[in-house]
C-alpha cells in the first residue's frame, strides 16, 4: 500500500487549499476513504471519510460546512478542498482506509 498525500502549504486565516492523495497497492475502487490530521503535539484526529462510490460522506463537527472530501476512482485518487481555513486546522493532513495505514501527511499551517 502507498499513499502520497500533496497539496499542503501556508495559507492565511480565511484562504484555501486543495489536498490530493494518490493512491497505488491496493483496489482503491473497493475501499473506504479517510483524512486524518494530527495538529503539534496532539493525538491524530479524523477529518472526514468518503465510501467506495463517493457516497456515505461523513466529516467531523470542526470542518463540516468548510472542507469538502471527494475521489476519483479512476485516477485512484482523494481529495480535500479545504475552504475558510482557521488556525486550529493547522496540521499534518494523512489520507488512508483506516488509521493504521495512512501515508505520511503534507502539512498545512494556517496563520497570519
Known amino acids: 500500500v502507498q499513499l502520497v498525500e500533496s497539496g499542503g502549504g501556508l495559507v492565511q486565516p480565511g484562504g484555501s487549499l486543495k489536498l490530493t492523495c494518490a493512491a497505488s497497492g491496493f483496489t482503491f475502487s473497493n475501499a473506504r476513504m479517510n483524512w486524518f490530521r494530527q495538529a503539534p503535539g496532539k493525538v491524530p484526529e479524523w477529518v472526514s471519510g468518503?465510501?467506495?462510490?463517493?457516497?456515505?460522506?461523513q466529516y467531523a463537527t470542526s470542518v463540516k460546512g468548510r472542507f469538502t472530501i471527494s475521489r476519483d476512482n479512476a485516477k485512484n485518487m482523494l481529495y480535500l478542498q479545504m475552504n475558510d481555513l482557521k488556525p486550529e486546522d493547522t496540521g499534518n493532513y494523512l489520507c488512508g482506509p483506516s488509521a493504521g495505514t495512512r501515508g505520511q501527511g503534507t502539512q498545512v499551517i494556517v496563520s497570519s
Open positions: 468518503i465510501g467506495s462510490d463517493g457516497r456515505m460522506i
